[in-house]
């Protein structure tokens, strides 16, 4: 499975952005996709998730400002980011968990500014 990221940008506090993870490959195989983001000198946090019978959950930090959705005609998961804040500036990685194994596409980088 190859996962290909996208949409991160520089955008003022109070904006939006649309992420974009693209799955390639043995799709068939995955369960859930995750954005994980990662802040400099912090751990990497999962933001937000769904799993293949459609169920999500988000961090508490970004519910009721981030929705996690997919196109399966598209292999793409998307993260909608409203009302974004300073605090939400890191490298946003998505991941994709089958049975067996974990994958990871190369981050974006949103940078929110005040």
């Known amino acids: 499975v190859q996962l290909q990221a996208s949409g991160g940008g520089l955008v003022q506090a109070g904006g939006s952005l649309r992420l974009s993870c693209a799955a390639s490959?043995?799709?068939?195989?995955?369960?859930?996709i995750g954005w994980y983001r990662q802040a400099p000198g912090k751990q990497r946090e999962l933001v937000a998730a769904?799993?293949?019978?459609?169920?999500?959950n988000y961090a508490e930090s970004v519910k009721g400002r981030f929705t996690i959705s997919r196109d399966n005609a598209k292999n793409t998961v998307y993260l909608q980011m409203n009302s974004l804040k300073p605090e939400d500036t890191a490298v946003y990685y998505c991941n994709a968990n089958s049975p067996r194994l974990a994958y990871w596409g190369q981050g974006t980088l949103v940078t929110v500014s005040s």
């Open positions: 769904i799993r293949s019978g459609g169920s999500t």
């Open positions: 490959g043995s799709t068939f195989s995955i369960n859930a």
